[in-house]
C-alpha cells in the first residue's frame, strides 16, 4: 500500500468516526442556507457537537476544475487539533510557501498537467529549477504523478488546498 492510499485510508476512517459521533451529513440540496443564513454550516456544526467540549474545526467544499468534481467534507475536534504534534505539518506546509509552487499548483488545477505545458510558462525559472518544485509538491502530497511527465493535484488535497488560500487572504 503506498502512502498516499495509508494517509487516504487514515482519513477515510476519521472521516467515518466524525459522521458516527455527530450524524450523518445533511444532503447538500437540504443545506441550502435560508435567506440572509449566513452562518448555516457553522450553526450545523454546533448542533453536532457535545456542549462541553472545545469545539470542532470544519472545512467543506465540492469544487469542479479541470472537467473534475472534488467534494470533501473534513472535520476535527478542537482538543484533538491542539493535542497533536504540529510540527510534523512543517513539510506539507512549507511546500506551501514559495511562490513558483502555488503558481504550479494553480496552473495544474486549470488543465496544465504535462512539464512541457509547464516548462513553458513565464518566470517558472529552469527546466531542472521546475522539476525541483514539482518534487517538493510532490513528497508533500499536494501532487502525485499522474503518467510520464504529467502531474495532477492529490484529489484528496484540493479542497483542503482552497481552504487553505481562502484562510491565507482572511
Known sequence: MTEVEER????????????ERFGAATPPAE????????FWALDGLKQRIPADGGGAVLYTGTVRLDGQRYDWQYGRMVDDVLADDWTELAGVLSALAHPVRLRLLREILGGRHGTGELAEIEGLGTTGQLHHHLRQLTAAGWLHSAGRGRYAVTAERVVPLLAILTAARR
Open 31 to 38: 443545506a441550502a442556507p435560508a435567506a440572509g443564513d449566513v
Open 8 to 19: 487516504l485510508g487514515a482519513l477515510e476512517a476519521q472521516v467515518a468516526a466524525l459522521m
